[in-house]
């Protein structure tokens, strides 16, 4: 827990990572798991089933002198998570009040910041990562691909320290990844100027999902890798009659209209919560895992022709494009999914392995309107039919190198009202109170956390924000939350908005 202050008071990335780097030489293997998930406020064990309340009610006389190791903080958190039955309720309490006993006032305030999953820490997952590959004097990129494909960073750290071949660890149907993750341009012309030979995919306006199939079972997970399968049964049956054995696919699922429309967005996500309702359809555009083979190092033109064996018609709709009609083709094919109701398309380099976890060039999302994912920096009281409601967001973008303020901090770039449906309104006047940190007069300023999709008509250079750029007509998609959700270490940096600045300067001076 000392070093987790020790982090939190530095903004050098590189001191961050010795810090952590340090700690992990010091631990013994066992301890590492855990001490991974203390770090991240995520412990190993899962969800611990204490609640805000019952934390605070457990804080008591703090010790004088720092005396938990991560070994204790560790069997106490196994007790909690695994005992049930007849007693259960009185053998937590005493287990929590045991361990709040032995705390400091410094350790009881981040234990029940652990307990009550108020610790957001994503930026420092890739910390941990480099800090692995710097105690175990491995390459980053190797220590970062094999915690992706094993889907548990703690065991991977582990591993590494421990002097495992990292470079083994494949991936295994069963065991969800994190998604492959596409950077945006202003056209579809432009995106396969990036890409050279490309399929150009329609993106569609649903959900993302990741399915597995293993043995005949299949598992449903969404973007964020939760679990999902019980809600949306007819994606698991669907899957299940594709011809094969083992599956790993990537792709979208959407609810439709009798005309087979897509319905809103909304009524998608509300699958996810409730398992109730219109039920889904879903299409795949790539292919993880088939055949007995790992198809992630294999070239995209080769996983689209095994899709497509696989998926047949359920496989979405895309063309490939080369040569140099390639961008014309490319616009064409854009106009015709933007006019049929998808949100645009995805250019993806034909060439290009499966990333997981990565963002490049290698897919390009392209849409009619630009959006872009935001951190909510602060919300103010809204005014006039909004009186007793939160409704005005300040907006964030991420500032990963520190060019506008401290590095992997966030640089405002706007303010919005605009797309806030009652329903968004009566969610963010419940949520944001409990993530406030301060309040100045109308305004509460927040952790730096929620993730929201805003939809702008471009940016214009300004001098009132520290990053040089203002969003224009901004307005609110969707907030990034619960089976959507996305971290805001993965929202969208200024350098993509003042790329779009500098766009459209090029194209003027044309």
């Known amino acids: 827990m000392q070093t987790a202050a020790d982090v939190t008071a530095t903004r050098s990335r590189n001191a961050k990572t010795q810090r952590i780097a340090d700690l992990l030489r010091a631990l013994s293997a066992d301890e590492i798991p855990a001490a991974v998930g203390l770090l991240l406020g995520r412990p190993r064990q899962g969800r611990l089933g204490v609640g805000r309340r019952a934390a605070h009610a457990a804080r008591t006389e703090p ?59 994503g930026a420092l997952e890739s910390v941990v990562t480099d800090a692995a590959a710097m105690a175990a004097g491995l390459p980053t990129a190797v220590v970062r691909r094999a915690a992706m494909l094993s889907g548990d960073l703690g065991t991977t750290v582990r591993q590494a320290c421990a002097g495992s071949d990292l470079t083994a660890v494949g991936l295994t149907p069963g065991v969800p ?93 509300s699958r996810f919560g409730s398992g109730g309702g219109t039920a889904l359809s879903a299409w795949f555009f790539d292919v993880l895992y088939a055949r007995g083979e790992s198809l992630i190092d294999s070239p995209l033109r080769r996983r689209r022709r095994v899709l497509a064996e696989i998926v047949g018609e359920r496989m979405i709709r895309g063309i490939e494009v080369t040569g140099p009609s390639a961008g014309h083709l490319a616009e064409d094919f854009f106009a015709a999914a933007v006019g049929t109701g998808d949100e645009g398309v995805v250019v993806k380099s034909l060439d290009s392995t499966y990333a997981a976890g990565r963002r490049g060039s290698h897919w390009i999302k392209v849409k009619p309107v630009h959006t872009f994912d935001l951190v909510v920096l602060a919300v ?37 009202f605009k797309g806030l449906t009652d329903e968004l309104l009566r969610w963010q006047t419940a949520h944001f109170p409990t993530i406030a940190v301060d309040t100045a007069g109308h305004v509460t300023a927040l952790r730096q956390e929620t993730v929201v999709e805003i939809a702008i008509d471009g940016v214009q250079r300004s001098s009132r924000y520290p990053g040089g750029v203002a969003l224009r007509f901004a307005r609110v998609k969707r907030y990034r939350v619960g089976a959507d959700a996305k971290p805001a270490a993965e929202a969208d940096t200024i350098d993509a908005l003042r790329d779009l600045l500098d766009s459209r300067a090029s194209d003027a001076m044309r």
């Open 380 to 416: 103010e009281q809204g005014s006039g039919r909004r009186r007793g409601m939160l409704s005005n967001l300040h907006l964030g973008a991420r500032d990963p190198a520190g060019r506008f303020g401290p590095p992997g901090g966030f640089v405002m770039v706007g303010k919005t």
């Open 63 to 121: 010790a004088a002198t720092p005396s938990l190791t991560v070994s204790d903080v560790d069997a106490a958190f196994t007790t909690l998570a695994n005992t049930r039955g007849p007693g259960a309720v009185r053998t937590r309490a005493e287990a929590l009040h045991a361990l709040m006993s032995r705390a400091t006032a410094d350790e009881q305030d981040y234990l029940i910041r652990v307990l009550t999953a108020e610790m957001r820490t």
């Open 177 to 269: 990844v994190s998604p492959m993750l596409a950077s945006t341009a202003e056209s579809a012309s432009a995106a396969v100027a990036e890409t050279g030979e490309a399929s150009v995919e329609a993106k569609l306006d649903g959900a993302r999902i990741q399915v597995h199939r293993v043995g005949g079972a299949v598992t449903v997970y969404t973007r964020s890798l939760a679990d999902v399968t019980s809600r949306v049964p007819e994606l698991a049956e669907l899957v299940s009659e594709f011809p094969g054995g083992d599956l790993v696919l990537d792709g979208e699922t959407l609810a439709l209209d009798p005309s087979g429309a897509a319905r809103p967005f909304q009524e998608t996500m």
